[in-house]
């Protein structure tokens, strides 16, 4: 509880929440802490295979870096409102925020947080402005990029190679606008084929249905190193965009964007963002795989600008 009295504190003395009396009585909260408080519970968004960042354990349950970060930001959420974190298997007596965990597709996520079903949505999620226009994004926690996986004896290393033949992609996705802007710039075209998220596109390559499936780098680094094929696998070509992840959440509401910030400093300042990186990017995975991908220094510099201590 302490641990968390500090960002309720700057929140009253930036004019956001009122004092805690006030906020209880709804004088001042408004948007999505009003939402949160009144129904008990933060509305969490996670996907399925987006390893490392959002996945299933063995266990089945929501496991990843964007899941700690989100479980960090629930906790400063919580103690925003003066309640206690309850976690999502706590017994129904114990009361307070709940985190309720709620499964989302890649074309699904933010049509979600736009309707409310979800509060804020962990996982790969690429902030740029077309999304911004929808929705709103906490600070940049991974820098990823576009690129080709093919089966390793495919000749193809660009996707000038594969004119005319078959790219799968997750509908929904960046990757999927870069690929049908790229298409038609060889001869013949090429043809993307959406499935319905990155598991699917996975196995239409895996299968032979498709001869490349274009995706961030890292969830092509997190199919090589946890599917039983992905041996068999290459990640090849330049990068074809860049992507840089983000929590989102509803836009048009700044007392939860201030708080979402603070909450990303607050990790910063306490090296929770480091730390939560070499766990799941340098560390075994829970299914017993190592990504061995140390710490990019455009992401170091992004924590440090956060707060991250040298």
Not at 43 to 69: C, H, T, W
Not at 144 to 154: D, E, N, Q, R
Not at 258 to 283: C, K, P
């Amino acid at each position: 509880m302490n641990a968390r009295r500090p960002l309720a504190l700057a929140l009253v003395l930036a004019g956001l929440l009122g004092p805690p009396a006030a906020a209880e009585e709804g004088d001042r909260l408004e948007g999505t802490l009003k939402a949160i408080r009144d129904r008990g519970s933060l509305l969490v968004g996670y996907r399925e295979a987006a390893i490392p960042f959002s996945f299933l354990n063995k266990a089945g349950q929501p496991v990843g870096f964007a899941m700690d970060i989100c479980r960090g930001i629930a906790a400063d959420v919580a103690g925003a409102l003066n309640r206690d974190l309850v976690e999502p298997d706590a017994p129904a007596w114990q009361t307070g925020i709940r985190t309720i965990l709620v499964p989302v597709s890649a074309d699904q996520r933010l049509p979600k947080v736009v309707a409310g079903e979800v509060d804020i949505e962990c996982g790969s999620t690429t902030a740029n402005a077309e999304r911004r226009k929808s929705v709103a994004f906490s600070p940049v926690f991974f820098l990823a990029g576009t690129k080709l996986m093919v089966p390793a004896g495919k000749p193809a290393a660009s996707y000038q190679d594969l004119a005319g033949r078959t790219v799968a992609v997750s509908t929904g996705t960046t990757n999927a606008d870069v690929m049908k802007r790229l298409a038609g710039t060889v001869t013949p075209p090429i043809k993307v084929v959406e499935a319905p998220g990155t598991e699917a596109a996975y196995d239409l390559l895996s299968a032979g249905k498709a001869d490349a499936f274009a995706s961030d780098d890292i969830l092509l680094t997190g199919f090589a190193a946890t599917r039983p094929d992905g041996r068999r696998m290459r990640i090849v070509g330049e990068y074809l965009s860049f992507e840089p992840y983000a929590i989102t959440f509803r836009r048009d509401d700044p007392a939860f964007a201030a708080l979402v910030r603070s909450s990303f400093e607050r990790m910063a300042r306490d090296g929770q963002l480091s730390r939560g990186y070499r766990r799941w990017f340098t560390q075994k995975l829970p299914t017993g795989e190592i990504l061995d991908l140390p710490m990019s220094p455009h992401l170091a510099e992004i924590y440090r600008a956060l707060g991250e201590p040298d």
